[in-house]
C-alpha cells in the first residue's frame, strides 16, 4: 500500500454516471473523471518553518472533492489512485 509523505493525500477515484439523466450510455472517451474520491491514506502533514507539524483536515475514509487535474496517478496492482496535495481538496462531501 501507499504511505504519503509530509502533507498529501491518497486518493480513490469514485467512478462517474454512466447514463445520462436523459438515458443517453456514455463512451469511455465521453465520461470526464470524476474529480470526487474518497481519501485511503492521508500523510503525517505540512511540516512549517519552526519545526511544527500541521495536522491534516482530512482523515481515512473521507469523501472528497478535488481540483480536476490535481496530483499524480499512480498504479498499484489493478487499482489506480491519485496523490494530491492537501491543498488541493477543495470539500470534504458530509
Known amino acids: 500500500m501507499l504511505k504519503p509523505l509530509g502533507n498529501r493525500v491518497i486518493i480513490k ?3 462517474s454516471e454512466q447514463t445520462t439523466k ?3 450510455v456514455l463512451t469511455e472517451k ?3 473523471k470524476s474529480n ?3 481519501v485511503i491514506a492521508v500523510g503525517p502533514g505540512r511540516l512549517l518553518d519552526n519545526g511544527e ?3 491534516p483536515e482530512v482523515k ?3 469523501t472528497v472533492v478535488f481540483e480536476q487535474y490535481a496530483g499524480s496517478e499512480v498504479q498499484v496492482g489493478e487499482d489506480k489512485y491519485l496523490v ?3 491543498e488541493e481538496v477543495l470539500a470534504i462531501v458530509q
Open 60 to 62: 481515512e475514509g473521507d
Open 84 to 86: 494530491i496535495s492537501e
Open 13 to 15: 477515484r469514485v467512478e
Open 36 to 38: 470526487e474520491g474518497k
Open 53 to 55: 507539524r500541521v495536522t
Open 30 to 32: 465521453a465520461k470526464e
Open 22 to 24: 436523459s438515458g443517453i
